[in-house]
């Protein structure tokens, strides 16, 4: 009898859940009209994800300013919450799987999370209510920040930050290296500088390295690539094209840098304690490429180097190509009020609100208004990414197995072969080889729906 | 009568409904569709998700790298367990007194059980830097070394068997886990009568023969039911090994809930990762059937 109590008691609460479990979701409005249940004496609120950028209490001030101003305009008020960049990507990846996104939020990887969503969950095409809200958007912002966020023939947001990463170096220790930084320019020269700068103590070890690399080691591999004159897929973005002479070219001035040369610390791909900021911070970094993520930790950990860094344009080699990327606020399919979300978008988008967002965040801005503001071209660190803007070459691969190839983690085809060619594990040959087919795969596997 | 047992018996299972709910909610519903998910080459980027049967399974069963996760799994979880426990009672036996101090040193001790994983891994994180660890700093000071030890990086540096990256990962396990057992070895040990200890030592029993004959049995059903439980934990271990190396350098110190959480957010293999998920769970079950088998010959 027990036995028999208990099962009805357990078979009620697996019914319970599925009950909750299978519940319709909530419907969404596919215009920019409000909702059914948005009656004009309801409280109207948009919820706004973003991650986090400059430290907590400096975020989260500016967009209480942000969610207050845009309240006394319209009456609507906006919930927000700042999501760490360690859950973020898992977060999103869910938001566009199983629904339950934001309203409005923070995005990148337009063209993959579109391709994840497939037109019912995550990132939505906006095109049709930008038009109406934000008609002058292709006129504020950069091309090449657009076209981030363009894929298939739609617009998937408004972009708010653009990262460009040339080649930063440290002019003090050119100084004392009596090295002049435009005699600076091709890969060659970068061998000849790196090896000048590279001092070892009396035991040999080396305390101060020419060059080292990006911190995503995924990425890392990324401009050296372009600039050798090669890609990563061929133009209809269905076949990996790493395995050619530019891919071996990039592959071995790599391996060369840290091997045979000697000037690139190989603990970067060896030592998963190796922490590149913190070593540039410490003065064992000569150059490198100017990630955007080493702008905030300079100036909270080492302010004084904003003396002695300075950023450049990127080297040249077949191309001069840097890294470019992109992150825009966008609308989901789980957007509630589609007209209060395109209100907030807009709000954003003003040119003031554009500078604020990038100035208070550390971000370089796509907006052409906001870059005219004098603290940019003033800056330590963006008065140099501004000149490099023009080389910038975008990150975005519209194919959507891009994101899984490039995730700076290990099982990730890019990472685990910089990781195994620079150790010596495989050749640069077999590395490239081994790579471009686990991409085929990967690519093939994602185009069959 | 057996109305009224019936009504006693339905208030009983009313009462506790709401923790089974939630229980079926956060572990019965997810390890289900975990089962069934392992079924599928569900991949998140693909609209059909084909049904594959076992071949989820077998593919991870056929692939080194997995075999040698599985491999580092179970290497893991028995050192670490071995180690911790050890360690664990030694302190428990040090700090079983009554001294000035002891209140104090026993809550030191508490400490890395009580310390978040994300804290104290930034911490050994910077200790086994190249560039920064303190102990690097001293031993060369000393002279010990002339060039800094790559405590996470160095594979070539080989300790019994083991590389140099596997036995800082222990250090770090064995320090995450030994408080807790210490804990409960003390409170097994305090509650060993004295006058058996007494009796021991006018029979003529040295410190080894109390520890042996008196301490040992005492504290033995706590010592196992300890051992399996934290056998069962340091299977499905994740934190320290994601949070201090991600697995790397090349699969060294990967365990398989790194692995499967690779294989969903790297590669988005959801299918992979499920099985893999189910491998862990199966680990982990032979570990909670000794527990289980133990603590009901306790309760007996």
Known sequence: MQRRLFAIVLLFCVAAILVVGCAPAIVTSETGAQPASVGSGEKREVFFTMQNYADFQTQDTLLRELADEFKAETGITVNYEILNWSQAREKINLWHVSGGAPDVADLFWAYTYSDIGGGKYGTRPIEDLVAEYIPDLEDRFFASSLADVKYKGHLYGVPWRIGIYPLLYRADFFEEAGLDPE????????????????????????????????????????????????????????????????????????????????????????????????????????????????????????????????????????????????????????????????????????????ARLAIQLGQLSPNKGALEDPYFADDWWFSGQIKALPYGRTTQHPNPAWGSITNPQPGSPIYDMMIEVVTGEKSVEEALQETNQKMQQMMDEMARQ | MLKQRNIELLKDYALIAPALLILVALVIYPILSGIYLSFFDYNLLRETQPYVGIDNYIVLLSDPRFLKILWNTVLFAVLANAFSTLLGLASALLLNSSGRFVGLLRALGYLPWITPAV????????????????????????????????????????????????????????????????????????????????????????????????????????????????MIWNLSHFEVNYLLTAGGPKDLTNVITVYLYQLAFVQWKFGHAAAAGIYTLLLASVAAIVYLRLTRSEER
């Open chain 2, 119 to 230: 804290v104290f891994v930034v911490i050994w994180s910077w200790m086994f830097s190249g560039s920064f660890s303190p102990i690097n700093a001293v031993l060369m000071q000393w002279g010990i070394i002339k060039s800094p030890i790559s405590f996470l990086g160095d594979e070539k540096m080989i300790f019994l068997g083991l590389s140099l990256p596997v036995w800082s990962m222990l250090v770090v396990r064995i320090w995450a886990s030994y408080a807790f057992k210490m804990t409960m070895f003390l409170a097994a040990l305090q509650n060993i009568p004295q006058d058996r200890i007494d009796a021991a030592r006018v029979d003529g029993a040295n410190s080894w023969h109390v520890f042996r004959y008196v301490t040992m049995p005492g504290i033995m059903p706590v010592l196992l039911v300890v051992v399996s439980l934290s």
């Open chain 1, 183 to 354: 005699g600076l320019q091709t890969w060659d020269d970068l061998v000849e500088y790196a090896k000048a700068l590279t001092i070892r103590d009396e035991n040999g070890n080396v305390t101060r390295y020419g060059m080292a690399f990006l911190p995503d080691l995924a990425q890392a591999f990324y401009s050296w690539l372009w600039q050798a004159g090669g890609s990563f897929m061929d133009e209809t973005y269905t076949q990996a094209t790493i395995d050619t002479p530019a891919g071996r070219e990039a592959l071995q001035f790599i391996y060369d840098l840290v091997n045979v040369h000697q000037v690139a610390p190989i603990a970067q791909f060896q030592d998963p304690s190796f922490d590149v900021a913190a070593e540039l911070a410490a003065g064992h970094i000569a150059m490198m490429p100017a990630a955007n993520t080493l702008r905030p930790f300079i100036e909270a950990n080492a302010p004084q180097l904003k003396e002695v860094i300075r950023v450049r344009e990127p080297l040249r080699n077949k191309t001069q190509d840097a890294f470019q990327g992109a992150g825009y606020f966008g609308l989901t399919y789980d957007t509630r009020d589609v007209d209060a979300a395109m209100q907030w978008l807009a709000f954003l988008a003003r040119d003031e609100n554009m």
